[in-house]
């Protein structure tokens, strides 16, 4: 059975991007660059990559709105962001973290190592 991955992107060249790079590599993908998949209840995702900042909405909200919901809970998270802090951020929300602009060959570590 292949990894489910949700893409939480706003910025539309990225999604793309990824969506065809992890569904290159066998994943299921979905992309949303809004909180309209808090209303999905037909994809329980293994991998959330988060977009720190999803049109404006910081992640930390986000973030606890995704491990309220139960299609996501048990899903594991990886913070996208270009902060300065994203380390000190994703230590604080306890999940792991790519930085902008991303290494895909790190991405896809990390996504094959959850």
Do not use: C, Q
Not at 9 to 14: L, N, T, Y
Not at 24 to 34: L, M, Q, T, W
Not at 75 to 80: D, K
Not at 84 to 112: Q, T
């Amino acid at each position: 059975m292949n990894k489910k991955i949700l893409v939480l992107e706003d910025d539309k060249d990225i999604s793309l991007l990824l969506t065809d790079l992890l569904s290159a590599e066998g994943y299921e993908v979905r992309i949303s660059d809004s909180e309209e998949f808090l209303k999905w209840d037909d994809f329980n995702p293994n991998v959330i990559l988060l977009d720190y900042w999803l049109n404006g909405v910081d992640g930390k909200i986000l973030y606890e709105k995704i491990r309220r919901h139960s299609n996501f809970k048990s899903s594991s998270t990886i913070l996208l962001s270009a902060v300065n802090n994203i380390l000190e951020i994703a230590s604080e929300l306890g999940v792991d973290y790519i930085k902008k602009p991303f290494d895909i060959d790190e991405l896809l570590k990390k996504i094959a190592s959850i």
